[in-house]
């Protein structure tokens, strides 16, 4: 989904949270992942069968790219929240969160890939996020 989809849908403060849980939810995911590495690593043994050993070897081969890929998919979005709370504030009324979304188009010159025009709720000033 878009992210000006998403704020449409949901508001920004529920975005901003949603954003927040998923990006730890990966954080999470990643590290069961890299335990589960340690543990396979410290199972390996040679001299049992040869099948046991490379099953184990897989495990931790599949563990490492699931880590590798949680650590990105929690840095990316966790980048793209904090770069967008911070332009979440209006400056006219100093109220943070409470925008509404005009008008998005596609834009390689921000950190989310979209231009977002916004207005304030409270006062109905009007800026570009991205």
Not at 39 to 51: G, K, Q, T, V
Not at 110 to 123: D, E, F, N
Request: aromatic share 8%.
């Amino acid at each position: 989904m878009r992210i000006d989809d998403a704020l449409r849908k949901r508001g920004f403060r529920r975005w901003y949270e949603r954003q927040l849980i998923e990006s730890h939810a990966y954080l999470v995911t990643g590290l069961l992942s890299l335990i589960m590495m340690a543990i396979a690593l410290e199972m390996i043994a040679f001299r049992h069968s040869l099948l046991h050993a490379i099953a184990l070897t897989a495990i931790e081969l599949g563990g490492g790219a699931l880590v590798v890929f949680s650590w990105d998919r929690f840095r990316c979005l966790l980048a793209n929240a904090e770069a967008l709370a911070v332009q979440a504030v209006c400056a006219q009324c100093r109220t943070y969160g409470r925008l509404q979304v005009i008008d998005a188009h596609d834009s390689e010159q921000t950190i989310t890939g979209r231009l977002l025009t916004v207005r304030c709720r409270g006062c109905a000033h009007e800026w570009r996020m991205g």
